[in-house]
């Protein structure tokens, strides 16, 4: 029996993924405006998981990127 080994597929940019969702979290907000968006049509908006899009809205806050 011959087996032709696969390779792997390339790793994932953790960081990278990490800036995208943020940007695609804080154009929302800033589409928003001042009316603002719940979590959960952020979630949706962006095809985040809610848990997801909590987290990054936490460190938008810290980071003065977003009101709290």
Known sequence: ???TRTKA???VNL?????????LVLDLLRAAGAEGISR???A???GLT???????TAR??????AAG
């Open 1 to 3: 029996m011959n087996r």
């Open 15 to 23: 960081p990278a993924l990490r800036h995208h969702n943020a940007a």
């Open 50 to 56: 809610p848990q997801a899009v909590s987290k990054i």
């Open 40 to 42: 959960l049509e952020l």
């Open 44 to 46: 949706e908006g962006t």
């Open 60 to 65: 938008l806050r810290e980071d003065g990127l």
């Open 9 to 11: 597929p390339a790793g």
